[in-house]
C-alpha cells in the first residue's frame, strides 16, 4: 500500500493518480474484498488492545469530494470495533462561536485521548479547501496554514498521537454516477443538497487545492494517502490495510494483571 503513500519532499502530481486504479487487484475483486475482511478484522482486535492498554492515541483524517465515500469507508472498516473506543467527529460549516477562535481550536478539542480512535469526517484541511477555493479568507492568510498546520500535527505526533490521512479520489465522472443515485433512490435524497451541484462546477479548484494541500502537508508524522476510490471493495481494502498496518506497528499489548490471578482464584473460590 505504500505505492499510495505520499513521500514529503517528492513532487506530487494529483493527476497521475488514477481514481480507477485496482492495483495488484485488477480482475480479482473477490480476493479484494476477502483481503478487507481480513484486515478489518485485525483492526477489530487491534483496537481491543488499543482500549485495554490505554497508551496510544490514532488520529484518522478522511478528506474527499462530495460522494468520495467518506461515510461509506468509516461504516465498511470501522463495523465491528468497540464503540467505546473509537469516535468520529464530523466537521461541518463552522458556527459563530468556532470562526470567532482559531481555525485549529475546535480540531483540537477532538482529538483522541489514551486508547482512543478519533476518525476526522473532513477536519482542519477544509480550511485549506473550501476556504480558498471560496475566498472565505484572503490568501496571505490560508497560505500560511499548511506550515502552522504541519506544527500542530507535529505536536501532535511527539505527545504520543499516530496520524493518518486519507484522500479518497473520485473522478468527476463518478461523482456524478453517485449523485444520481442519490437523486434515484429516495431513501438517498436527504445526501443531496442544492450546493452541491454548485462544489461540482469548481472541480478543478478543487482539484488544485487537495494538490497543494497533500503535498505540503504530508510529512513523516503525518503522512497522506491517496485511494482510488471509484470502487468501494479496492477503497476500502487499501484504508483497512494502511490502518492495520499502522496499529500492528505500535507492538500494543494487553496490560499485564497488577493482581495475584492464581491467588485471586483461590480467594473466590473459597469466598
Ligand atoms: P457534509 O460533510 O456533506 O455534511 O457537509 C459539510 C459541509 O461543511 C461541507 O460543504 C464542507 O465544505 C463544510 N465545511 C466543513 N468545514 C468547513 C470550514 N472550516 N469552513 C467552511 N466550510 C466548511
Ligand atoms: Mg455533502
Known amino acids: 500500500m505504500d505505492r499510495y503513500r505520499i513521500r ?6 494529483l493527476d497521475e493518480f488514477s481514481p480507477d486504479e485496482t492495483g495488484d ?3 480479482k475483486k473477490q480476493k479484494g474484498i476477502e483481503k478487507f475482511e481480513t484486515f478489518r478484522s485485525e483492526i477489530d482486535k487491534l483496537q481491543e488492545v488499543m482500549y485495554s492498554e490505554n497508551k496510544h492515541r490514532l488520529l484518522i483524517v478522511f478528506q474527499a469530494m ?3 465515500g467518506k461515510d461509506g469507508t468509516i461504516r465498511a472498516v470501522f463495523d465491528g470495533v468497540n464503540p467505546q473506543g473509537v469516535k468520529v467527529a464530523s466537521f461541518k460549516t463552522p458556527s459563530a462561536e468556532e470562526l470567532s477562535h482559531d481555525y485549529l481550536w475546535r480540531i483540537h478539542a477532538k482529538t483522541p485521548k489514551k486508547g482512543e480512535i478519533v476518525i476526522f469526517n473532513r477536519s482542519h484541511y477544509e480550511d485549506v479547501l473550501v476556504v480558498r477555493v471560496h475566498n472565505l479568507v484572503p490568501k496571505d492568510v490560508w497560505k500560511k496554514r499548511y506550515q502552522q498546520i504541519n506544527n500542530f500535527e507535529k505536536q501532535l505526533a511527539e505527545e504520543g498521537t499516530t496520524i493518518l490521512k486519507f484522500f479518497l479520489h473520485i473522478s468527476l465522472d463518478e461523482q456524478k454516477e453517485r449523485f444520481m443515485e442519490r437523486l434515484d433512490v429516495p431513501e438517498k435524497n436527504w445526501k443531496f443538497n442544492a450546493g452541491d451541484l454548485e462544489e461540482r462546477k469548481l472541480w478543478s479548484e478543487y482539484m488544485k487545492a487537495f494538490e497543494e494541500a497533500i503535498a505540503k502537508t504530508s510529512t513523516e508524522w503525518a503522512p ?3 485511494v482510488p ?4 471493495w479496492f477503497r476500502n481494502m ?13 507492538k500494543m499489548e494487553y496490560p499485564k494483571p497488577d493482581i495475584d490471578v492464581d491467588l485471586m482464584k483461590k480467594l473466590l473460590a473459597d469466598s
Do not use: Q
Open 8 to 13: 514529503p519532499g517528492k513532487k506530487f502530481k
Open 25 to 27: 487487484f485488477e480482475g
Open 66 to 68: 462530495d460522494g468520495g
Open 224 to 226: 497522506w494517502y491517496v
Open 229 to 232: 476510490a471509484n470502487r468501494n
Open 238 to 250: 487499501v484504508v483497512s490495510s494502511v490502518i492495520a498496518e499502522t496499529m500492528k506497528s505500535l
